[in-house]
């Protein structure tokens, strides 16, 4: 079955700083999905990949997949206390229908004012 | 934002109580998904419905089912609850055409003692 790895788990920056979280596939991916949880709420969709070297933004935040589809980035430019909070990616699973998702375990953002 | 509730919010029961959650969307979304997140499994799926009366099993289905009657209404049941049912429920829904996108509603809170 297809697995997705988050690093890092948590990461604590500054305001103002840049940060990247990374997710990477045991197997090809065919669209990877960027969502947010803030802390006790649902998830928030923020943006979907699925060409090799596509690159999304959305206000100060960007997303790449890379060439070889096994890996996304979600780097956060000048970072704000209103980015805490949890980011998962998710990917097609693959050979399902229903559109069926798969999720890595989350990466945990706090930002210190 | 998708209209979607879910109830109860929070809820504590005993072991061996059957349980219910509702996920009610307002959306008239073809898909419907049950998840369960927990610290170190990040976000699992349960239970899913392609249609009216059209369901089927996600990765940890084990001691649920579901049953959707109406386009709107997506139940989930806990037969007998048991501890390791100890979790947050979310629902979520997803529209023909739009596998990209998956909208979450805010969560259940379920306790098993």
């Known amino acids: 079955s297809q697995e997705l790895e988050q690093s890092p788990q948590s990461l604590i920056v500054q305001e103002g700083k840049n940060l990247t979280i990374n997710c990477t596939s045991s197997k090809t991916l065919y669209g990877l999905y960027w969502y947010k949880q803030k802390y006790g709420e649902g998830l928030i969709f923020l943006m979907m990949l699925q060409k090799g070297g596509e690159e999304k933004s959305h206000e100060k935040i960007t997303a790449k997949l890379d060439e070889k589809k096994q890996q996304s980035s979600l780097h956060i430019t000048a970072s704000q206390p209103s980015h805490a909070g949890i980011y998962l990616c998710?990917?097609?699973?693959?050979?399902?229908?229903?559109?069926?998702?798969?999720f890595g375990k989350g990466t945990k953002l706090s930002v210190i004012p | 934002d998708a209209g979607i509730t879910q109830s109860p919010r929070h809820k504590v029961t005993e072991t061996g109580t059957p349980v219910t959650l509702r996920c009610h969307q307002t959306e008239n979304h073809r898909y419907m998904y049950w998840y369960r997140q927990d610290p170190g499994h990040g976000l699992r799926l349960i239970h899913y419905?392609?249609?009216?009366?059209?369901?089927d099993k996600g990765e940890v289905s084990d001691g649920y089912s579901v049953s959707r009657s109406k386009t709107e209404d997506f139940l989930l049941t806990l037969e007998s609850a048991t501890s390791s049912q100890t979790s947050v429920y979310f629902c979520a829904t997803g529209a023909s055409g739009s596998r990209y996108e998956q909208f979450f509603g805010p969560g259940t809170r379920l306790t098993v003692l």
């Open positions: 419905s392609y249609g009216v009366k059209d369901t």
């Open positions: 998710g990917a097609d699973k693959v050979g399902a229908g229903s559109y069926q998702l798969t």
